[in-house]
């Protein structure tokens, strides 16, 4: 389906210990995670919490497992007040010679200010608004941090997320258009936008060419129609099971179209498996196996 060695497949540690709600997989380690993942058939790993942050530590405990670090998380305040502009901008530059060290090209980004999603509050109904002052700051920001990301051989990837000022297809609509292609890029998280009310087809259709990083996480929509009726936060929807992975049969999101059109349109890059859920109910090595093998079964890779 994709041209050779172009696209490969990595796996998110958050379905072994998860970063917005640790209590779920609480004393899983490190090893543990990336051996699995070695294991279940991956090719890399987005960074982690638990994961070492002496560059060379990790670097050595990927490589023995023959992975690569396929992307990391950094969360800016661009829009916050009181010097959090220039201290997001800090805090990347500090990042970078880890990043580089460890050979990661993409960084994922996401503006929390004012964000709900590991707040106990109803993540739908909170989520910020930036006014246009806010909005612009964080344009400004991204596109400063997009050409230093540049600098250094990097990019970065904005990952629209449940709770943020990010949320729904009109916010990415509007962020892509503010924003300059080859400075900022997108990373297409199928569920999330699906939660914010999207279409990840329609998303993909209009942004082709600015999709730097695509996340398969699957939905299982009673969990969401819980979410909206029952005014849930995210952490109460992680607990309830939304999300899960590719091949899922409780799954809702179709996957085949959506990587027929990536192929379609050229695509190269991660496709990053995701699923935000709680090992004691679903084993990670057993679900991401599945995803893995479900993925390999739609594309060939």
């Known amino acids: 389906m994709f041209a050779a060695d172009t696209v490969r497949v990595a796996a998110v540690p958050n379905a072994w210990v998860n970063d917005d709600l640790p209590e779920l997989g609480s004393g899983t ?8 993942m070695a294991l279940a058939g991956y090719a890399g790993t987005e960074l982690g919490s638990t994961y070492p942050t002496d560059a060379g530590t990790l670097k050595a405990a990927l490589d023995i497992r023959g992975l690569s670090a396929s992307g990391g998380w950094v969360s800016t305040w661009f829009a916050s007040k009181g010097g959090a502009y220039e201290q997001t901008l800090q805090t990347f530059r500090d990042q ?5 060290e460890i050979g990661l090209q993409d960084v994922y980004v996401a503006e929390v200010t004012g964000a709900v999603h590991q ?3 109803p993540a739908l109904a909170n989520r910020p608004v930036f006014d246009d002052e806010q909005w612009d700051a964080m344009v400004r920001g991204l596109g400063e941090m997009g050409r230093l990301a540049a600098d250094h051989g990097l990019r970065i990837n904005y990952h629209h997320h449940t709770g943020t000022g990010v949320q729904s297809s009109e916010d990415i609509d509007r ?3 503010d924003t300059a292609a080859g400075e900022v890029w997108l990373l297409l998280d199928t569920a999330h936008l699906i939660v914010g009310g999207g279409d990840p087809m329609a998303v993909l259709t ?3 060419g600015r999709i730097g990083h695509v996340h398969l996480k699957n939905l299982r929509q009673p969990v969401l129609e819980q979410m909206h009726r029952d005014s849930l936060s995210f952490w109460d929807a992680l607990r309830a099971g939304i999300f899960t992975v590719p091949g899922d049969p409780e ?9 027929r059109k990536l192929a379609d349109d050229g695509w190269a890059g991660w496709l990053v498996v995701e699923a935000e859920q709680d090992p004691a109910k679903a084993h990670p090595l057993e679900a991401f196996r599945t995803a ?5 079964e739609l594309t060939g890779l």
């Open 29 to 36: 380690s490190f090893e543990q995670i990336v051996s699995e």
């Open 96 to 100: 970078i010679p880890f990043f580089t």
């Open 119 to 121: 707040q106990p509050v």
């Open 175 to 177: 962020l892509m258009a």
């Open 206 to 208: 209009a942004h082709e």
């Open 251 to 259: 799954g809702s999101v179709d996957f085949a179209p959506l990587l």
């Open 292 to 296: 893995r093998q479900h993925i390999a």
